[in-house]
């Protein structure tokens, strides 16, 4: 095992890195996301957290996790107007990835005014695999969504929510574990 050796400031240049390009850390220090849940609660399923400021072409938002043993499904949706709903009417939904195991299906949709978009099907590559790490890119693009799962590109969401700056939350739910968010 190698031993980076600490930097002027005390810190290794690997764990520099790592903390620079972190935007949701277990310290109360999200960044980026901000969950809705207490710091003991951080990042349980379902998951629901801010994204300050909301998207902007350039900005992505990133996911890891480890998906369950026996999994039926889970999905991540980027959501809008979280200080705006009122009971009864349901947020518009910039982009909803959803992996479904039974048929391994990678689907994405949204939702406009109450009513959801047809789902678009993935690619005939399914890329999560039952008690195994994973790490989702949704990098936010003038025209598009680039979703890259585990370093691949697998698929663009064109948008369909056009003011970016209303999308500003992040939901997860399923049968997955969190382990990172930025």
Known sequence: MAVQAAGKDGISPVLKKVEDDTLNDSLGNPGLISPDQDLSRLLTVPFSGRIRGGLRPGKK?????????????????????????????????????????????FLRSARISGKWTVEEASTDYFPFIPDQPFRIEMHCEHLRFRIFVDGHQLFDFYHKVKSFSSIDTVQIKGDLQITKLG
């Open 61 to 105: 938002i990133l996911v890891m996790g480890i998906v369950d043993l026996e999994p039926d499904s889970f999905d991540v949706s980027l959501t809008c107007g979280r200080d705006s709903e009122t009971e009864g009417t349901p947020h518009d939904v910039a982009l909803k990835l959803t992996a479904r195991f039974t048929d391994r299906q």
